[in-house]
T-cell receptor
Framework: EAQVTQNPRYLITVTGKKLTVTCSQN?????MSWYRQDPGLGLRQIYY???????DKGDVPEGYKVSRKEKRNFPLILESPSPNQTSLYFC?????????????FGAGTRLSVL | QKEVEQNSGPLSVPEGAIASLNCTYS??????FFWYRQYSGKSPELIMF????GDKEDGRFTAQLNKASQYVSLLIRDSQPSDSATYLC?????????????FGRGTQLTVWP
């Protein structure tokens, strides 16, 4: 089954404690991205990756890191989480590069930073 | 920064009515347009995409694109309570941002029985 898998689905942590949210896709997609979603603000892109070892900032990259060492995986790293990073996070993937950018989303990770 | 604007809503229609959702975008060169549906707390799911001017129909859904006016809409015919969700308009990037999607803030639709 084609899917984008995020883990964990729910996470409660404390300020400053490093965390990683994993994302994996089994569709051989080149393009992967991370979004956060907050009430009234819609989906905002954090980082995206066009292929292995190619990443770029989205609209709200501050406080986040990513890496793309393998095509299927695109982890999101919060080195020192803060309460303003409490949000619903989505990973997405697509073939990309041709304009046919139908993105498939993971189930989401709800993060609370206390 | 590419802008994607949606009618703010919320939109409320009775069961069986036509729901009309609208979206405008700022980049005249945009090529691909998408409508996603998102239930509360769930991930967005693609319901329609359109690349060419005109109408595209899929069951009860019709997407309409007018590139000259930089306008894309979604019509839902015979609306059902199960259509109650937030609808997200998305526009693809181009050139150096090919592969990116730019989302509007969404329009919340409620279909009442």
């Amino acid at each position: 089954e084609a899917q984008v898998t995020q883990n964990p689905r729910y996470l409660i942590t404390v300020t400053g404690k490093k965390l990683t949210v994993t994302c994996s896709q089994n569709m051989n997609h080149e393009y992967m991205s991370w979004y956060r979603q907050d009430p009234g603000l819609g989906l905002r892109q954090i980082y995206y990756s066009m292929n292995v070892e190619v990443t770029d900032k989205g609209d709200v990259p501050e406080g986040y890191k990513v890496s793309r060492k393998e095509k299927r995986n695109f982890p999101l790293i919060l080195e020192s989480p803060s309460p303003n990073q409490t949000s619903l996070y989505f990973c997405a993937s697509s073939f990309g590069g041709t304009g046919e950018t139908i993105q498939y989303f993971g189930a989401g990770t709800r993060l609370s930073v206390l | 920064q590419k802008e994607v604007e949606q009618n703010s809503g919320p939109l409320s229609v009775p069961e069986g009515a036509i729901a009309s959702l609208n979206c405008t975008y700022s980049d005249r060169g945009s090529q691909s347009f998408f409508w996603y549906r998102q239930y509360s707390g769930k991930s967005p799911e693609l319901i329609m995409f359109i690349y060419s001017n005109g109408d595209k129909e899929d069951g009860r859904f019709t997407a309409q694109l007018n590139k000259a006016s930089q306008y894309v809409s979604l019509l839902i015919r015979d609306s059902q309570p199960s259509d109650s969700a937030t609808y997200l308009c998305a526009v693809s990037g181009r050139g150096s941002t090919l592969g990116r999607l730019y989302f509007g803030r969404g329009t919340q639709l409620t279909v009442w029985p």
